[in-house]
C-alpha cells in the first residue's frame, strides 16, 4: 500500500498482519499496533522524544543479564506484571486470588529442603522467622505433593544473587507439601527493598517523585502437575509501605500476618530471644502446570551493591 497520510501507515501495517495464519498472534498485534498507533497520535510524540523512547527501550536490554532483569523491573513499575496477574488467576479477574508477581528474582534448582529445616545457607543475621503454609485447591481441599520454591531477601534487603557475601541460594528452598498440603521452613525475618535505580525504571521513578521500595515480603511458587502454576508474594503486615509499592504487588488477600513472639520459646531449642511466626493459606487453580523461564540465571559477582533510596514526593 502507497502511504498518502499518517492514517494510511496504521491501516498499511494491520492488512499485513491481517495475513497471519495464528489468530492469538493477529488478535495480539493487531491491539498492540492499534494501541501504539494511538498512543504515538494522542501523545503527539515528536522526532527527538520518539528516539529517546527507542533508547530507553534498548536500554533495558542491555541492563538484563543473568543476576538482574530490568525490563520485568520495568513492566512491575508500570503495574502492568500485576494487571497480568490479576486478570490471569481468581477465575480470569473475578474473584480474589493468592497468585501475585513473579518478580525479577526468582531462580530454578533450589536446594531440596525437607519440612521444618532452614533454607538459611551461610551466616545471615536478622530475626528468625517460622513459616507455615498450606495449599488448598478451589474446592477447600488440602493438595498433597506440590512442590513448593521460597526466596526473600535478607534482613539487609539484599536477594542472595545481588550479593556476593551470601552464599549461592541462600534464602532459597524448595519443599513439598503433605497429605495436609503443609509446609514448614525456618528463616530470617526478610526486609523491604529499593529496586535499582540505575537504569530507566530508575529514571521513571525520579520523573514521578516516587519512592522505590518494596514492602517486605516472601515467594512462593506452587507446582503441581493438573494445576496452574502460582507465583505469590507474602507481605508483612507491619511494612510501613504496603500502600505505595512501587511494582504495586500488595492485594489484601497477600498481607501476611508476621508475628512477634517476645515471651514463648521459639520452636527450636536454639533460638532465643524474639523470633517470628507466619502462617499462611495458598489456593491454586486447575489448569496447566507450566514454568516460566527464570528471570535470571545467576549469581552477581564482585562488590555488594550500594542500596539507593528514593523518597516519595508529598
Known amino acids: 500500500m502507497i502511504i498518502k497520510t499518517q492514517q494510511d501507515v496504521t491501516t498499511a501495517v494491520l492488512n499485513e498482519l491481517a495475513r497471519s495464519d495464528d489468530p492469538r498472534f493477529k488478535d495480539i498485534m493487531t491491539a498492540a499496533v492499534q494501541h501504539l498507533h494511538g498512543f504515538v497520535r494522542d501523545a503527539r510524540l515528536t522526532e527527538a522524544e520518539f528516539h529517546q523512547a ?3 527501550i534498548a536500554q533495558l536490554g542491555q541492563l538484563t543479564t543473568a ?5 520485568v523491573l520495568a513492566a512491575g513499575s508500570l503495574g502492568v506484571s500485576a494487571l497480568v496477574c490479576l486478570l490471569n488467576n481468581g477465575d480470569h479477574g ?8 513473579m518478580g525479577p528474582f526468582w531462580r530454578m534448582h533450589s536446594p531440596a529442603t525437607a519440612n521444618g529445616e532452614s533454607i538459611v545457607r551461610s551466616p545471615t543475621p536478622g530475626a528468625p522467622i517460622f513459616v507455615n503454609a498450606w495449599v488448598r ?3 477447600g481441599r488440602p493438595v498433597e505433593g506440590a512442590e513448593v520454591d521460597v526466596w526473600h531477601t535478607s534482613a539487609e534487603g539484599f536477594y542472595e544473587n545481588q550479593d556476593p557475601a551470601q552464599a549461592d541460594m541462600n534464602l532459597r528452598g524448595k519443599l513439598t507439601t503433605d497429605a495436609r498440603g503443609h509446609i514448614a521452613f525456618r528463616s530470617v525475618k526478610p526486609a523491604g527493598y529499593p529496586i535499582p535505580l540505575s537504569g530507566p525504571v530508575g529514571a521513571l521513578l525520579r520523573a514521578q517523585g516516587r519512592h522505590n521500595m518494596r514492602p517486605a515480603h516472601i515467594h512462593f511458587m506452587i507446582y503441581k502437575p493438573g494445576f496452574k502454576t502460582q507465583f505469590s508474594q507474602v507481605y508483612s503486615s507491619d511494612d510501613p509501605r504496603l500502600d505505595t ?9 497477600l498481607i501476611g500476618q508476621y508475628v512477634l513472639h517476645t515471651d514463648e520459646p521459639a520452636p527450636d531449642a536454639d533460638v532465643g530471644g524474639p523470633w517470628y511466626s507466619l502462617d499462611h493459606h495458598f489456593v491454586i487453580e486447575p489448569g496447566e502446570a507450566r514454568l516460566p523461564n527464570p528471570p535470571i540465571t545467576g549469581k552477581a559477582s564482585g562488590e555488594r551493591p550500594t542500596l539507593q533510596v528514593l523518597e516519595r514526593r508529598a
Open 54 to 56: 527507542c533508547g530507553l
Open 67 to 71: 543476576s538482574h532483569n530490568e525490563v
Open 94 to 101: 473475578q474473584t480474589e486470588t493468592t497468585a501475585n508477581l
Open 137 to 139: 485447591d478451589n474446592a
Open 245 to 253: 509499592d512501587v511494582q504495586f504487588g500488595v492485594t489484601q488477600a
